[in-house]
Each structure stands twice: as structure tokens, then as C-alpha cells.
């Protein structure tokens, strides 16, 4: 049995839990709306309080579903009451971030400054000039978005320049060395 899948989800109070047909899954909460569509072979019962998901056999695919499925229910609940977030950090000389509206404006060492948009229902918040937040109800579009301001200018090993997550160790290089 898979050990995760087999945890119930615990749902906390004002918030609820909508399974349609096809495992159309809505959940809402005091944050917002998340709609999702689970793999359909999965069983998903809402008990009272706790949302349990089974499979209907022992299927090597019904197997890697069980554990995903509980998994995104789980990571639904938790966007929709405390959100997620990612911190990022720009290092390097002349390298900072300004934010317009919902346009974030890196300058991080191009000819030219780049321009990212907000995609819908994520929010980037600046710290000063050098750290970003990202924050969201969905954890896979915070992450993505997140992955894609770093992949603009990701860190340097030599000098450690660029755009890593605050929690990311860069492994840094011993330059070059003069001649004898």
C-alpha cells in the first residue's frame, strides 16, 4: 500500500471540497479557488472531514497515481488556505529588480532590461532592490514562475552573479591562476 496515498487529508474549517464526475476536484478556501482534474481511475471519497483517495487495484500505474493524487488534493487544500511562496535573490554588481503594476523589470546585466508579467492569480512582491517573493494559491504556477525568472540569468559558479532561490547553494570555482 502506498504510504501516502493511503493518509487522509485532513480538510480545515471554511473550506470545502467539491468532487464532480471524471474526479473534477474544486476545492475553496478563505485564499481562492483551485480546480483540478484527477487521474479518473483513482477513487476519491469525502468523509466528514478528510478527503480519502484508494485505488482499484494494485496496477504498477494504479501504484504511482495513488501517491500524486493524494498528493496534489493535499498541496489544493494547503494553497487554498495558507498559499505558497518562493524567495528569490539577485546577486551581482548592477543587477536589481523593479516592480510596475504587475510588470517585474529585471536589470541583470543584459544589453537590455527584461520584462516579465505576472502570470494570472500569481503576485511578485520586492524586498529592496535584490529579493523577490512569489507567492500564489498554486504551487506548481508559483514554481514555474518562480524557475522562470531564474532562468533568465541563473548563478555563476566563479562569482556567484545571478538569480538563485534564497535556500540554493551555489558550488563555487576556483578561478584561473597566473603563470609561473
Given at each position: 500500500m502506498s504510504r501516502i496515498g493511503k493518509m487522509p487529508i485532513a480538510i480545515p474549517a471554511g473550506?470545502?471540497?467539491?468532487?464532480?464526475?471524471?474526479?473534477?476536484?474544486?476545492?475553496?478556501?478563505?485564499?481562492?479557488?483551485?480546480?483540478?482534474?484527477?487521474?479518473?481511475?483513482?477513487?476519491?471519497k469525502l468523509e466528514g472531514a478528510e478527503v480519502t483517495v484508494s485505488r482499484p487495484n494494485e496496477l504498477k500505474k494504479m501504484k504511482s497515481l495513488h501517491g500524486l493524487t493524494r498528493t496534489l488534493l493535499a498541496n489544493m487544500v494547503t494553497g487554498v488556505t495558507d498559499g505558497y511562496q518562493k524567495n528569490l535573490e539577485i546577486n551581482g554588481v548592477g543587477y536589481r529588480a523593479a516592480k510596475a503594476g504587475k510588470e517585474l523589470t529585471l536589470t541583470i546585466g543584459y544589453s537590455h532590461p527584461v520584462v516579465m508579467t505576472d502570470p494570472e492569480g500569481i503576485e511578485s512582491v520586492l524586498d529592496g532592490q535584490n529579493k523577490i517573493t512569489i507567492k500564489g494559491i498554486d504551487k506548481e504556477k508559483v514554481g514555474q514562475y518562480a524557475a522562470e525568472i531564474r532562468a533568465k540569468r541563473p548563478p555563476e559558479p566563479y562569482k556567484g552573479k545571478g538569480i538563485k532561490y534564497a535556500d540554493e547553494v551555489i558550488r563555487r570555482k576556483v578561478g584561473k591562476t597566473g603563470k609561473k
Open positions: 473550506v470545502t471540497v467539491d468532487i464532480a464526475e471524471n474526479n473534477k476536484v474544486t476545492v475553496k478556501g478563505p485564499k481562492g479557488t483551485l480546480e483540478r482534474v484527477l487521474p479518473s481511475e483513482m477513487v476519491i
